[in-house]
């Protein structure tokens, strides 16, 4: 949700902000813009079209202060004015912003200057302008007027500030001078060590020093971070992002596994001596590897239960010192994730953070860290990491009912053979015209079927849903007739039958099945899966279901790495 940069350093500033931005694309792309200082002046350029578009309209322009901004839209439309950096009525402050201004109608009432967007970020800037003293002590005393989130850079001549509260923000030196950005891996100019801003807290950047502040205007000491080698990305290179990382899956299982069994992550987690039951809260992609969890859990004798995080937030859910408190995020920076984890942990719980990413906000809230060894996922459909959030936590529960090291063998045979199966492109042909897609399922299946529905709205748009085999004939049953294609996957053997029968209702009524499955296919269409460990077998059924939907927004003419209305990281709830 909006990535930002900011560069003070003696080469130049503007060319590595603009390869910052590339990288930091993922987290919205509604628009991107820049503003730099130049013969005494700040100088904004802006494209509603990409980073590309920026690159070329800012190549002839050299600077040794840059700040840019890459946007997820969330007060105001996607136009010019909206774009970031904002300046301040008198142009003499630029600022870009990550995060939400919740109060900033009643700031903008009480400010009395003239505004050119619709944008909370540009009553933040103004706001900074109004106050007294230097550019540190104006931002800070500023953000005491403010609710709600932020990670801003700031420039104001030749100076350069950053703060947050809550957003992501990250500064380090580089090779030529310093750096700020919202994500680890968006450094550039050779990062060896790196900050970690906390919230409020805001640092003064020059070419050779940086100073740290807290709220109160107080310097502050910080130790620097290693840069962690998680920000290099695999090697498959294909099209789109989405479809390389899909084909790494392979790769990032093997290095998870071996990761896990070369490493005391296990052994080293703080756990409560009896865990009584465990609970999973995620949003999205990663509650449906939550609720994978909570099956595998209860497979291993744990009472467990998944939460989506933006109601457990809000929700009644009575806790208990017994219980460990799962949080999942591929980015571990998503808002609501991190609010329930900060919530719990006021109130002294256990809590263990599933994360992909590491030194993320959400690493830093919980006591222990399980890591998934993904490496770095830019398609806004999260693919490669889903897999590997399913298998540490089937490898997690494995572990907490002292059955690891039995199944350890089987853990290697199924990295060793798994195999990524894309769609079968002749079937595709013949269904792609389908614009009512329900995905059926049983037990684990059902939520294999969650997340290829999932998968196949945010990228393709086609209406779909999933839902659990059984409960068609609730209800939904009467949607279905020669109109719908329905997706059954089936690899649980104690239901295939129960399913069957259910595909048979649906087949009496005029819909058409494909069934995704490693049993017989009972006389309707297949896509036919390998038989591998069955507790494994949502790793082997969802990736043709993700390729599914990866092919049919290509013969929709859609951008898999650029679906509408959504970005990689949800930092605002
Ligand atoms: C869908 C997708 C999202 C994320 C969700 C949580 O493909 O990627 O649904 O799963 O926004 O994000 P993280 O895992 O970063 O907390």
């Given at each position: ?41 700040i100088e904004t350029i802006k494209s509603l079209v990409d980073i590309e578009d920026l690159r070329k309209k800012t190549e002839s ?234 099956e595998f859990f209860k497979e291993q004798g744990i009472n467990s239960h998944a939460y989506v995080a933006s109601e457990f937030r ?102 060793n053979d798994f195999q990524v199966q894309d769609f079968d492109r002749a079937l595709l042909d013949k269904i792609y015209h389908y ?139």
């Amino acid at each position: 949700m909006c990535g930002i940069c900011a560069y003070k350093t003696k080469e130049n500033a503007v060319k590595l902000a603009v390869e910052s931005l590339k990288i930091l694309e993922y987290r919205g792309y509604d628009s991107c813009g820049i503003s730099l200082f130049k013969n005494g002046k700040i100088e904004t350029i802006k494209s509603l079209v990409d980073i590309e578009d920026l690159r070329k309209k800012t190549e002839s322009i050299s600077s040794h202060l840059a700040i840019g901004h890459t946007r997820w839209a969330t007060h105001g439309g996607v136009t010019l004015k909206n774009a970031h950096p904002h300046l301040s009525s008198s142009n003499k402050i630029a600022l870009v912003h990550n995060g939400i201004i919740e109060n900033y109608k009643t700031l903008k009432e009480n400010l009395n200057c003239a505004f050119q967007s619709e944008t909370d970020s540009e009553v933040l800037v103004n706001l900074i302008e109004k106050e007294g003293g230097s550019l540190i002590e104006k931002v800070i005393s500023a953000s005491k007027k403010v609710e709600g989130t932020f990670a801003i850079a700031v420039i104001e001549n030749d100076e350069l500030v950053v703060g947050k509260r809550e957003s992501p923000l990250y500064v380090a030196f580089c090779e030529s001078g310093v750096v700020a950005t919202s994500d680890i891996s968006a450094f550039v100019g050779n990062v060896k060590e790196f900050y970690i801003l906390n919230d409020d807290e805001f640092a003064c950047l020059n070419e050779n020093k940086i100073e740290f502040f807290n709220k109160n205007g107080e310097k502050i000491k910080k130790n620097a971070e290693i840069l962690p080698k998680i920000t290099q990305n695999f090697k498959i290179f294909d099209k789109t992002h989405m479809e390389s990382e899909i084909k790494e899956t392979k790769i990032v299982l093997k290095n998870t596994l071996k990761e896990y069994l070369n490493s005391d992550i296990l052994t080293n987690l703080n756990l409560p001596k009896k865990i009584k039951e465990i609970d999973l809260i995620a949003c999205g992609t990663a509650y449906h590897s939550a609720l994978m969890g909570a099956e595998f859990f209860k497979e291993q004798g744990i009472n467990s239960h998944a939460y989506v995080a933006s109601e457990f937030r809000y929700g009644k859910e009575i806790l208990s010192k017994n219980t460990l408190y799962i949080f999942v995020s591929q980015s571990g920076e998503t808002a609501d994730t991190i609010a329930c984890a900060k919530l719990l942990k006021e109130k002294k719980m256990h809590l263990l953070a599933l994360t992909n990413t590491p030194n993320c906000v959400l690493n830093r809230v919980c006591d222990n860290v399980l890591p998934t060894f993904a490496g770095k996922e830019f398609a806004v459909a999260s693919t490669k990491a889903y897999c590997c959030q399913v298998f540490v936590l089937y490898l997690f529960s494995l572990f907490l009912a002292q059955n690891l090291q039995d199944n350890i063998e089987e853990l290697i045979k199924f990295t060793n053979d798994f195999q990524v199966q894309d769609f079968d492109r002749a079937l595709l042909d013949k269904i792609y015209h389908y614009k009512k897609i329900f995905f059926v399922g049983r037990e684990k299946d059902y939520i294999t079927a969650l997340e290829a529905s999932l998968k196949l709205k945010e990228i393709s748009y086609i209406n779909s849903i999933a839902i659990s085999a059984g409960e068609l004939k609730h209800g939904t049953l009467a949607l279905v007739d020669e109109s719908t294609l329905i997706i059954a996957i089936s690899t649980e053997e104690n239901v295939r039958e129960k399913l069957f029968s259910n595909l048979e209702e649906i087949r009496a009524r005029g819909g058409e099945v494909i069934l995704v499955s490693n049993f017989k296919s009972g006389g309707f269409t297949k896509v036919s899966l390998s038989s591998m460990c069955e507790n494994l077998m949502p790793i082997v059924s969802i990736i043709p279901l993700q390729f599914f939907a990866l092919r049919m927004c290509e013969k929709l003419g859609y951008n898999p790495d650029k679906p509408k209305n959504l970005a990689k990281s949800v930092t605002v709830e």
